[in-house]
């Protein structure tokens, strides 16, 4: 196993959402992102916090663990998340681009 470190993930966050949902791709400004689909609507920063404690419970990592490094006024935000091994990343990549084949 690889020693922890900090991973930079980019995530397209949905807002408003019926349902939180974690899952799928969006070719944004940062490169290939994680979509994060939440229930608050974009404002005060609730979509954003429900984004990151959505992205640390499907990485299993605490919400500490995640924090917002940009993009705190817009859909397209980068996380910086502490503690990234590979089965994080795996788990990522997975979420992301779908199941290996």
């Keep these: 196993m690889t020693e922890p470190a900090a ?9 408003g959402a019926s349902r939180a949902r974690v899952g799928g791709r969006f070719d944004g400004p940062y490169g290939p ?7 608050p609507p974009a404002a005060d920063g609730r979509a954003t916090e429900a984004a990151r404690r ?3 419970e499907a990485l299993r990592l605490r919400p500490a663990a995640v ?5 705190a ?3 397209d935000k980068l996380f910086l998340v502490d503690g990234a091994d590979s089965d ?7 979420l992301r681009d779908g199941p290996v084949r």
Excluded at 67 to 71: N, V, W
Excluded at 88 to 94: E, G, I
């Design 7 to 15: 991973l930079t993930v980019a995530v397209r966050v949905k807002p």
């Design 33 to 39: 992102a994680l979509v994060i689909a939440v229930h």
């Design 54 to 56: 959505a992205l640390a």
């Design 67 to 71: 924090s917002l490094r940009t993009g």
């Design 73 to 75: 006024a817009s859909r």
């Design 88 to 94: 994080v990343d795996a788990r990522l990549r997975q």
